[in-house]
Protein backbone atom coordinates (compact mmCIF):
# COMPACT_ATOMS: atom_id res chain seq x y z
CA UNK A 1 0.00 0.00 0.00
CA UNK A 2 1.16 3.14 -1.16
CA UNK A 3 1.33 6.13 1.70
CA UNK A 4 1.44 9.93 1.35
CA UNK A 5 3.89 12.48 3.61
CA UNK A 6 1.64 14.43 5.63
CA UNK A 7 2.20 17.70 3.45
CA UNK A 8 1.57 16.27 0.68
CA UNK A 9 -0.15 18.34 -2.25
CA UNK A 10 -3.45 17.32 -4.30
CA UNK A 11 -1.26 16.33 -7.43
CA UNK A 12 0.90 14.11 -4.83
CA UNK A 13 -2.79 12.69 -3.39
CA UNK A 14 -3.66 11.74 -7.16
CA UNK A 15 -0.57 10.47 -7.89
CA UNK A 16 -1.08 8.22 -4.95
CA UNK A 17 -4.63 7.58 -5.91
CA UNK A 18 -3.01 6.23 -9.51
CA UNK A 19 -0.68 3.88 -7.61
CA UNK A 20 -3.51 2.30 -5.88
CA UNK A 21 -5.40 1.91 -8.59
CA UNK A 22 -2.65 0.96 -10.98
CA UNK A 23 -0.81 -1.96 -8.18
CA UNK A 24 -4.39 -3.48 -8.30
CA UNK A 25 -4.76 -2.57 -4.51
CA UNK A 26 -8.62 -0.84 -5.90
CA UNK A 27 -9.42 -3.40 -8.63
CA UNK A 28 -11.95 -1.67 -11.91
CA UNK A 29 -14.84 -2.58 -10.09
CA UNK A 30 -14.23 -1.91 -6.79
CA UNK A 31 -15.37 1.03 -4.35
CA UNK A 32 -12.66 3.03 -2.75
CA UNK A 33 -12.11 3.80 0.80
CA UNK A 34 -14.96 6.69 2.00
CA UNK A 35 -13.46 10.42 2.59
CA UNK A 36 -12.62 10.18 5.87
CA UNK A 37 -11.10 6.24 5.77
CA UNK A 38 -8.35 8.35 3.00
CA UNK A 39 -7.69 10.92 5.43
CA UNK A 40 -6.69 8.44 7.88
CA UNK A 41 -4.68 6.18 5.55
CA UNK A 42 -2.97 8.61 3.79
CA UNK A 43 -2.65 11.26 6.35
CA UNK A 44 -3.77 14.21 4.07
CA UNK A 45 -6.24 16.29 4.79
CA UNK A 46 -10.04 16.35 4.03
CA UNK A 47 -9.93 19.06 1.10
CA UNK A 48 -6.89 17.24 -0.21
CA UNK A 49 -8.81 13.88 -0.45
CA UNK A 50 -11.53 15.46 -2.07
CA UNK A 51 -10.00 17.65 -4.73
CA UNK A 52 -7.58 14.36 -5.87
CA UNK A 53 -10.94 12.34 -5.75
CA UNK A 54 -12.48 15.44 -8.18
CA UNK A 55 -9.80 15.02 -10.27
CA UNK A 56 -9.79 11.45 -10.85
CA UNK A 57 -13.69 11.64 -11.36
CA UNK A 58 -13.17 13.96 -13.84
CA UNK A 59 -10.88 11.74 -16.30
CA UNK A 60 -13.16 9.46 -15.95
CA UNK A 61 -11.08 6.62 -13.26
CA UNK A 62 -13.37 7.04 -10.59
CA UNK A 63 -17.13 7.16 -10.50
CA UNK A 64 -19.52 8.65 -7.76
CA UNK A 65 -22.79 6.58 -6.83
CA UNK A 66 -25.57 8.43 -5.09
CA UNK A 67 -25.68 6.47 -1.91
CA UNK A 68 -23.14 3.89 -2.45
CA UNK A 69 -19.71 5.41 -3.05
CA UNK A 70 -16.82 5.42 -5.08
CA UNK A 71 -16.12 3.13 -7.72
CA UNK A 72 -12.70 2.55 -9.64
CA UNK A 73 -14.04 2.53 -13.85
CA UNK A 74 -11.27 2.44 -15.39
CA UNK A 75 -7.17 2.34 -14.78
CA UNK A 76 -5.95 2.91 -18.31
CA UNK A 77 -4.01 6.28 -18.87
CA UNK A 78 -5.50 6.12 -22.42
CA UNK A 79 -8.87 6.70 -20.55
CA UNK A 80 -7.04 9.45 -18.47
CA UNK A 81 -6.09 11.13 -21.80
CA UNK A 82 -9.31 10.34 -23.41
CA UNK A 83 -11.73 11.98 -20.57
CA UNK A 84 -9.34 14.80 -20.05
CA UNK A 85 -10.05 15.50 -23.87
CA UNK A 86 -13.92 15.21 -23.20
CA UNK A 87 -14.33 17.25 -20.36
CA UNK A 88 -12.85 20.14 -22.19
CA UNK A 89 -15.44 19.78 -25.04
CA UNK A 90 -17.99 21.92 -25.40
CA UNK A 91 -22.27 21.10 -24.19
CA UNK A 92 -22.94 20.75 -28.04
CA UNK A 93 -20.33 17.79 -28.71
CA UNK A 94 -21.03 16.56 -25.30
CA UNK A 95 -24.61 15.81 -26.22
CA UNK A 96 -23.99 14.75 -29.72
CA UNK A 97 -21.85 11.97 -28.33
CA UNK A 98 -24.80 11.01 -25.27
CA UNK A 99 -27.30 10.73 -28.42
CA UNK A 100 -25.04 8.38 -30.01
CA UNK A 101 -24.27 6.30 -27.16
CA UNK A 102 -27.80 6.65 -25.37
CA UNK A 103 -29.85 5.70 -28.71
CA UNK A 104 -28.01 2.89 -28.90
CA UNK A 105 -28.21 1.66 -25.17
CA UNK A 106 -32.07 2.13 -25.20
CA UNK A 107 -32.55 0.14 -27.99
CA UNK A 108 -30.28 -2.56 -27.00
CA UNK A 109 -31.58 -2.47 -23.59
CA UNK A 110 -35.16 -3.35 -25.15
CA UNK A 111 -34.22 -6.18 -27.10
CA UNK A 112 -31.87 -7.49 -24.18
CA UNK A 113 -33.16 -6.45 -20.98
CA UNK A 114 -33.44 -9.16 -17.73
CA UNK A 115 -36.03 -9.25 -15.04
CA UNK A 116 -33.00 -7.93 -12.67
CA UNK A 117 -32.27 -5.05 -15.18
CA UNK A 118 -35.79 -4.29 -15.81
CA UNK A 119 -36.48 -4.33 -11.42
CA UNK A 120 -33.65 -2.04 -11.37
CA UNK A 121 -34.35 0.46 -13.91
CA UNK A 122 -38.13 1.08 -12.39
CA UNK A 123 -36.14 1.43 -8.43
CA UNK A 124 -33.81 4.01 -10.37
CA UNK A 125 -36.39 5.54 -11.69
CA UNK A 126 -38.35 6.17 -8.58
CA UNK A 127 -35.34 7.49 -6.77
CA UNK A 128 -35.04 9.88 -9.46
CA UNK A 129 -38.97 10.71 -9.06
CA UNK A 130 -38.04 11.64 -5.40
CA UNK A 131 -35.25 13.24 -6.02
CA UNK A 132 -36.81 16.15 -7.28
CA UNK A 133 -36.16 19.52 -5.13
CA UNK A 134 -32.72 19.12 -5.21
CA UNK A 135 -30.63 19.50 -7.94
CA UNK A 136 -27.41 17.34 -6.98
CA UNK A 137 -29.68 14.58 -6.49
CA UNK A 138 -31.68 14.79 -9.08
CA UNK A 139 -28.25 15.16 -10.83
CA UNK A 140 -27.11 11.91 -9.40
CA UNK A 141 -30.20 10.17 -9.56
CA UNK A 142 -30.38 10.99 -13.93
CA UNK A 143 -26.79 9.68 -14.13
CA UNK A 144 -27.64 6.66 -12.22
CA UNK A 145 -30.57 5.85 -14.47
CA UNK A 146 -28.63 6.57 -17.56
CA UNK A 147 -25.99 4.22 -16.66
CA UNK A 148 -28.30 1.14 -15.69
CA UNK A 149 -29.98 1.28 -19.16
CA UNK A 150 -26.72 0.80 -20.27
CA UNK A 151 -26.00 -1.73 -18.22
CA UNK A 152 -28.93 -3.71 -19.33
CA UNK A 153 -27.86 -3.34 -22.83
CA UNK A 154 -25.80 -6.30 -22.26
CA UNK A 155 -22.92 -5.04 -24.37
CA UNK A 156 -19.68 -5.05 -21.86
CA UNK A 157 -17.95 -2.70 -24.16
CA UNK A 158 -20.35 -0.13 -23.80
CA UNK A 159 -20.61 0.03 -20.12
CA UNK A 160 -16.56 0.15 -20.42
CA UNK A 161 -17.48 3.25 -22.65
CA UNK A 162 -19.86 4.67 -20.68
CA UNK A 163 -17.94 4.49 -17.57
CA UNK A 164 -14.94 6.09 -18.99
CA UNK A 165 -17.25 8.97 -19.75
CA UNK A 166 -18.40 9.20 -15.83
CA UNK A 167 -16.69 12.35 -15.33
CA UNK A 168 -17.90 14.41 -18.57
CA UNK A 169 -21.58 12.78 -18.22
CA UNK A 170 -21.89 13.71 -14.73
CA UNK A 171 -21.06 17.35 -15.23
CA UNK A 172 -23.11 17.90 -18.68
CA UNK A 173 -25.98 16.35 -16.56
CA UNK A 174 -25.70 18.50 -13.45
CA UNK A 175 -25.10 21.68 -15.87
CA UNK A 176 -28.79 20.52 -17.78
CA UNK A 177 -30.39 20.03 -14.02
CA UNK A 178 -29.10 23.41 -13.13
CA UNK A 179 -29.55 25.48 -16.02
CA UNK A 180 -32.66 23.83 -17.80
CA UNK A 181 -36.13 24.75 -17.22
CA UNK A 182 -37.47 20.95 -17.21
CA UNK A 183 -36.88 17.71 -15.75
CA UNK A 184 -38.09 16.17 -19.07
CA UNK A 185 -40.22 13.51 -16.91
CA UNK A 186 -42.18 12.29 -19.38
CA UNK A 187 -39.03 11.28 -21.80
CA UNK A 188 -37.81 9.36 -19.17
CA UNK A 189 -40.82 7.40 -17.73
CA UNK A 190 -41.31 6.51 -21.49
CA UNK A 191 -37.79 5.46 -21.93
CA UNK A 192 -38.40 3.04 -19.05
CA UNK A 193 -41.61 2.26 -20.03
CA UNK A 194 -40.13 1.15 -23.23
CA UNK A 195 -37.72 -0.73 -22.03
CA UNK A 196 -39.58 -2.95 -19.49
CA UNK A 197 -41.86 -3.51 -22.41
CA UNK A 198 -39.05 -4.55 -24.46
CA UNK A 199 -39.95 -2.44 -27.57
CA UNK A 200 -36.89 -1.15 -28.92
CA UNK A 201 -37.68 1.70 -31.11
CA UNK A 202 -39.78 3.19 -28.07
CA UNK A 203 -36.78 3.21 -26.23
CA UNK A 204 -34.87 4.47 -29.01
CA UNK A 205 -37.58 7.29 -29.39
CA UNK A 206 -37.57 8.11 -25.73
CA UNK A 207 -33.95 8.58 -25.52
CA UNK A 208 -33.51 10.56 -28.54
CA UNK A 209 -36.51 12.80 -27.88
CA UNK A 210 -34.93 14.13 -24.97
CA UNK A 211 -31.81 14.92 -25.83
CA UNK A 212 -32.87 16.97 -28.60
CA UNK A 213 -34.90 19.05 -26.32
CA UNK A 214 -31.88 19.77 -24.18
CA UNK A 215 -30.56 20.79 -27.33
CA UNK A 216 -33.25 23.02 -28.93
CA UNK A 217 -33.04 24.28 -25.39
CA UNK A 218 -29.41 25.13 -25.38
CA UNK A 219 -29.35 26.71 -28.87
Known sequence: MTHVRRTGLVDQMIAVLRANI???TWPVGSRIPTEPALVEQFGASRNTIREAVGALVQVGMLQRRQGSGT???????????IGARLTAADHRHSLELRLAIDVMAAELAARRRTDDAAAELLAVAERRKAAHGD?????????????????ASGNP??????????GLLESTITENVTDLPGTYDDQHEALVAAIVAGDPEAAANAARSFLH?????RS
Not at 71 to 81: K, P, Q, R, T
Not at 157 to 166: G, N, P, Q, R, T
Not at 213 to 217: F, G, L, T
Open 22 to 24: ADG
Open 71 to 81: YVVSDSEVSDV
Open 135 to 151: QVALAAADLELHRAVVR
Open 157 to 166: LLVSVYDSLA
Open 213 to 217: AIQEE
